[in-house]
């Protein structure tokens, strides 16, 4: 009956011995789990050991390997007797279908830029022939007119022909270099990688007799990572809007993960995970140092120290603590996994994979906002609930409304409260406009103060075929200086907030239908001073 080998491990090095029999073996990687930072892979591993003493080395592995979280589990009629890791320079290293691509490519374009080289070369030698036979005659013999034209002829077209081909010939000869240039530089930094040492993960086992084994073995490796992205479409103000969730995941381990499956994890492993201990905390007086003349520092006298109590015992302790103390706050020790339905390829180029985590159907409340001071459009605004069991990470969102990309914005549900707000982009469909009354705005001087009186008209006209319900904002400026006076004088019906001066409207506007509101306000102040800030 097979035995369950050991689980739990300890990394020797007094396992190894010269006289064990050596089982090399290839491995096939089963799961891996991608954290923030870091990634967890999981291989398979086949292996028929003889009786006694042998060592199984799984090898072809990544070199960053961390040797203390190797974990070796499986089945078979052996024990478990040490597991080791080492680093192998001499291992000849398999030539990877990316870069035999790119050594095609290469040999191609150097016969194509050898055929080039050569033509320049017979057409340079055809031009000096023809220039070193142009003459139509010998010394003593005289020129014809007709044969010196034609020969004219000739040697201006053959020529104009030459050198226009030789023309083309450099053009393609520059761009054939550059291209070689490029692929060199890439087969240069595959090269630079196939030089890099393997991993070698060696198993001591120890069997009685011939015996096939079932390894499971992980570790952890820090070259990797992978960060959320999110799309979020709208089909229309009238139907909910639909959140994909997405990671981008790479990796430069220095193995490839061939159709793999993989688990996202928002946790952390090379976080300290070592309880903080407090340490008792004083209290004491600080006391405030003057300087001398001459440079130095001397206490005050003691008649005119000033003293304030802090937590610790110089201020300098107190903002290292404080400091300390909110990085510790902020550590989130919970993490959630998320597991991938289908298999992926992940290469060791550092290149992003593009994953679908989950899609999500979420109710949204549609509504228009205008800021006409600023902006005359009207910008769409999704309100958006129900996202808070669907555990998001901060990420860059991509906005899609009608079947057209709107724009990017940013999900920070650490920021944000039960209604997450987007824009969905603006609408020129609602024509909006702000302009000045002119016969209700100007300057007047009455005794010794400056009236300055606005009026602003806003204009909403709704040309959609369907209702919207549209937020107007604006503002009636405010001041700190008593001798500034500011009345309001027009709201329209406004909702005024007079801690901070902003105005809001919501208007419901029907198809077709324009709708006029007025602003207006007024400022005084003394007529020998100058306002600034004023429109």
Same mark, same amino acid.
């Given at each position: 009956?097979?035995?369950?080998?050991?689980?739990?491990? #300890?990394?020797?090095?007094?396992?190894?011995?010269?006289?064990? $029999?050596?089982?090399?073996?290839?491995?096939?990687?089963?799961?891996?789990?991608?954290?923030?930072?870091?990634?967890?892979?999981?291989?398979?591993?086949?292996? /028929?050991?003889?009786?006694?003493?042998?060592?199984?080395?799984?090898?072809?592995?990544?070199?960053?390997?961390?040797?203390?979280? !190797?974990?070796?589990?499986?089945?078979?009629?052996?024990?478990?007797?040490?597991?080791?890791?080492?680093?192998?320079?001499?291992?000849?290293?398999?030539?990877?279908?990316?870069?035999?691509?790119?050594?095609?490519?290469?040999?191609?374009?150097?016969?194509?830029?050898?055929? @080039?080289?050569?033509?320049? +070369? %017979?057409?340079?030698?055809?031009?000096?022939?023809?220039? *070193?036979?142009?003459?139509? +005659?010998?010394?003593?013999?005289?020129?014809?007119?007709?044969?010196?034209?034609?020969?004219?002829?000739?040697?201006?077209?053959?020529?104009?022909?030459?050198? /226009?081909?030789?023309?083309?010939?450099? @053009?393609?000869?520059?761009?054939?270099? =550059?291209?070689?240039?490029?692929?060199?530089?890439?087969?240069?930094?595959?090269?630079?990688?196939?030089?890099?040492?393997?991993?070698?993960?060696?198993?001591?086992?120890?069997?009685?007799?011939?015996?096939?084994?079932?390894?499971?073995?992980?570790?952890?490796?820090? *070259?990797?990572?992978?960060?959320?992205?999110?799309?979020?479409?709208?089909?229309? %103000?009238?139907?909910?809007? =639909?959140?994909?969730?997405?990671?981008?995941?790479?990796?430069?381990?220095?193995?490839?993960?061939?159709?793999?499956?993989?688990?996202?994890?928002?946790?952390?492993?090379? $976080?300290? &995970?070592?309880?903080?201990?407090?340490?008792?905390?004083?209290?004491?007086?600080? $006391?405030?140092?003057?300087?001398?003349?001459?440079?130095?520092?001397?206490?005050?006298?003691?008649?005119?120290?000033?003293?304030?109590?802090?937590?610790?015992?110089?201020?300098?302790?107190?903002?290292?603590?404080?400091? /300390?103390?909110?990085?510790? %706050? &902020?550590?989130?020790?919970?993490?959630?996994?998320?597991?991938?339905?289908?298999?992926?390829?992940?290469?060791?180029?550092?290149?992003?994979?593009?994953?679908?985590?989950?899609?999500?159907?979420?109710?949204?409340?549609?509504?228009?906002?205008?800021?006409?001071? #600023?902006?005359?459009?009207?910008?769409?605004? *999704? +309100?958006?609930?129900?996202?808070?069991?669907?555990?998001?990470?901060?990420?860059?969102?991509?906005?899609?409304?009608?079947?057209?990309?709107?724009?990017?914005?940013?999900?920070?549900? @650490? @920021?944000?409260?039960?209604?997450?707000?987007?824009?969905?982009?603006?609408?020129?469909?609602?024509?909006?406009?702000?302009?000045?009354?002119?016969?209700?705005?100007?300057?007047?001087?009455?005794?010794?103060?400056?009236?300055?009186?606005?009026?602003?008209?806003?204009?909403?006209? &709704?040309?959609?075929?369907?209702?919207?319900? !549209?937020?107007?904002?604006?503002?009636?400026?405010?001041?700190?200086?008593?001798?500034?006076?500011?009345?309001?004088?027009?709201?329209?019906?406004?909702?005024?907030?007079?801690?901070?001066?902003?105005?809001?409207?919501?208007?419901?506007?029907?198809?077709? =239908?324009?709708?006029?509101?007025?602003?207006?306000?007024?400022?005084?102040?003394?007529?020998?001073? %100058?306002?600034?800030?004023?429109?």
């Amino acid at each position: 009956m097979k035995k369950l080998l050991i689980a739990l491990l #300890l990394l020797t090095t007094g396992s190894v011995f010269a006289d064990d $029999v050596r089982v090399p073996v290839g491995s096939d990687v089963k799961n891996v789990k991608v954290f923030l930072n870091g990634a967890e892979v999981e291989r398979s591993v086949k292996a /028929t050991v003889d009786a006694g003493s042998s060592i199984i080395a799984i090898e072809g592995l990544s070199s960053q390997i961390d040797q203390s979280s !190797i974990l070796v589990t499986g089945t078979g009629d052996a024990m478990i007797m040490g597991v080791n890791f080492s680093l192998d320079y001499l291992r000849d290293k398999k030539k990877s279908p990316e870069l035999q691509r790119l050594q095609d490519s290469l040999e191609t374009l150097q016969k194509i830029l050898e055929v @080039a080289t050569m033509n320049e +070369s %017979v057409f340079n030698d055809e031009l000096g022939l023809i220039n *070193a036979n142009k003459n139509t +005659s010998g010394s003593n013999v005289g020129v014809n007119a007709e044969n010196l034209k034609k020969v004219a002829d000739f040697y201006r077209a053959r020529s104009i022909e030459i050198k /226009t081909k030789l023309i083309d010939i450099h @053009a393609q000869q520059k761009k054939l270099n =550059e291209k070689i240039a490029k692929i060199n530089d890439q087969i240069n930094e595959w090269n630079g990688k196939m030089n890099s040492p393997f991993g070698t993960i060696l198993v001591t086992v120890n069997a009685a007799q011939r015996t096939s084994l079932n390894l499971n073995v992980s570790y952890y490796v820090n *070259a990797a990572s992978w960060y959320p992205l999110y799309e979020l479409h709208g089909k229309d %103000v009238k139907n909910p809007v =639909e959140l994909i969730y997405k990671a981008a995941v790479r990796q430069w381990s220095g193995e490839n993960w061939d159709k793999v499956k993989v688990t996202l994890s928002t946790g952390n492993p090379s $976080v300290n &995970n070592t309880k903080p201990n407090l340490v008792a905390w004083y209290l004491d007086f600080f $006391v405030r140092y003057k300087m001398e003349q001459r440079g130095s520092y001397q206490p005050a006298a003691p008649a005119s120290m000033e003293l304030s109590v802090v937590s610790g015992k110089s201020a300098d302790m107190e903002d290292n603590a404080v400091q /300390t103390m909110q990085a510790v %706050v &902020n550590e989130n020790s919970v993490s959630t996994d998320f597991e991938i339905k289908e298999a992926y390829s992940i290469s060791s180029d550092n290149k992003e994979v593009i994953m679908t985590i989950d899609k999500h159907t979420l109710p949204a409340d549609f509504s228009y906002y205008g800021v006409p001071k #600023l902006d005359k459009d009207a910008f769409l605004m *999704a +309100s958006i609930t129900g996202w808070e069991q669907l555990n998001l990470l901060p990420g860059k969102a991509n906005i899609y409304f009608e079947n057209s990309y709107v724009g990017e914005s940013y999900i920070n549900p @650490a @920021a944000t409260t039960d209604t997450l707000k987007l824009s969905m982009g603006r609408d020129k469909r609602i024509v909006i406009k702000r302009e000045r009354v002119k016969d209700l705005t100007g300057t007047k001087v009455f005794g010794g103060n400056t009236v300055k009186q606005y009026m602003f008209e806003i204009t909403v006209r &709704n040309t959609r075929s369907e209702n919207i319900s !549209i937020v107007l904002e604006d503002q009636i400026p405010m001041t700190r200086n008593s001798d500034i006076k500011i009345s309001t004088d027009e709201l329209s019906k406004g909702n005024y907030h007079e801690d901070t001066g902003m105005i809001d409207w919501k208007l419901d506007l029907k198809p077709g =239908e324009t709708r006029k509101i007025r602003l207006g306000y007024t400022v005084k102040f003394p007529k020998e001073k %100058v306002v600034t800030g004023l429109e």
